[in-house]
């Protein structure tokens, strides 16, 4: 338990190491407005919170920064996650009035202004194509045994698969599978289709659904296939060891790794972790803050941000609500 009074000296603590970056003394917590206490009592209290798990001490005679576990005590206690500050908040509403495009680009664009927002990485998981419906659906012959599936769905994002073709597998029964996959799979997400009517055709029939299957084949390694990172080179600014560095960067090339965690958290309803918390020892100087993106009442995707557990959390979660919400309009206008 941290009464009152240490509970203003560990916010100060971890307000001013956040701005600064440095230790703090008992002497400059006690000119903080709201701690109220005397130089000697605040170094007294700062001991007992170090004591107590909240506080460091990474030199003698220096002053103390905070733990995990004072950053996690500083995160629950705030009421909420802070208002976007004015030019940020007219930079996000400027980004989405003129967002437009294939929805690929604008995912990867979005990392971008999330991750100039809060000076992190960030890291945007776009819409599972199995829950999209299908706009197009073609079949292209690319080569004697080889043929190309190009769906197009509904929030404009593209998906493709190479066919192998039968031998002797004619120009016309391409053409007619594909009509086929046309008339059957448009305005429907592709896991829900279901089996589709077989032809008078047996090679069509065969062609179908082989070319389903391809489409339906979900593979958890494609996961990064749908996910954009931007703001890596910030995220390596902010940590002088170039140990940490070459660790933090090594994970976020590991997308699956990434999304893992990122759906983990939202599964067990966590905003933020810190530190060692996320069980991952490259990691471990980190923090993550993350929210789902809704598209039409479901969560579809997710917005992130890595940064270093001295962080501005308040912007950082006010940023990554404001631009997870607004994302998910932008999707589920395109999904209309």
Same mark, same amino acid.
């Given at each position: 338990m941290v009464d009152d009074r240490r509970a203003a000296i560990l916010r100060a603590v971890v307000q001013q190491y956040i701005e600064t970056s440095q230790p703090v003394s008992s002497s400059h917590v006690a000119e903080v407005s709201g701690v109220q206490?005397? +130089?000697?009592?605040?170094?007294?209290e700062m001991a007992a919170l170090e004591r107590d798990g909240f506080?460091?001490?990474?030199?003698? +005679?220096a002053g103390r920064i905070p733990t995990d576990r004072g950053y996690r005590f500083f995160v629950d206690a705030m009421a909420a996650p802070g208002k976007l500050d004015p030019a940020k908040a007219n930079d996000v509403r400027t980004f989405f009035n003129k967002a437009s495009g294939e929805i690929e680009q604008m995912l990867h664009e979005t990392g971008r202004l999330l991750s100039n927002l809060t000076g992190a990485a960030a890291v945007v998981v776009g819409p599972d194509h199995e829950t999209n419906k299908v706009r197009s659906v073609q079949l292209v012959t690319l080569g004697p045994r080889t043929a190309l599936a190009v769906v197009v769905y509904s929030n404009g994002s593209v998906e493709k698969r190479s066919i192998t073709l039968d031998d002797n597998t004619s120009e016309a029964t391409v053409a007619a599978a594909s009509a086929h996959l046309m008339s059957h799979l448009t305005n429907k997400a592709l896991f829900d289709a279901g089996t589709i009517l077989p032809t008078t055709n047996a090679n069509v029939d065969a062609l179908v659904n082989k070319t389903l299957g391809a489409l339906q084949v979900t593979k958890v390694e494609e996961a990064g296939d749908n996910v954009f990172v931007g703001g890596a080179s910030r995220l390596a600014q902010s940590?002088?060891?170039?140990?940490?560095?070459?660790?933090?960067?090594?994970?976020?090339?590991q997308q699956y790794v990434v999304v893992t965690l990122i759906r983990d958290l939202l599964d067990r309803g966590v905003t933020v972790s810190i530190g060692e918390e996320h069980n991952l020892r490259p990691l471990a100087h980190c923090s993550l803050v993350v929210a789902p993106t809704m598209i039409e009442g479901e969560q579809r995707g997710s917005v992130a941000i890595l940064g270093p557990t001295r962080m501005d959390y308040g912007q950082a979660m006010a940023a990554v609500t404001v631009v997870s919400k607004r994302l998910g309009e932008r999707l589920s206008e395109s999904d209309n």
């Open positions: 206490a005397s +130089s000697a009592t605040v170094r007294s506080l460091q001490q990474p030199h003698t +005679s940590f002088e060891a170039v140990d940490t560095v070459r660790n933090v960067l090594s994970i976020l090339e």
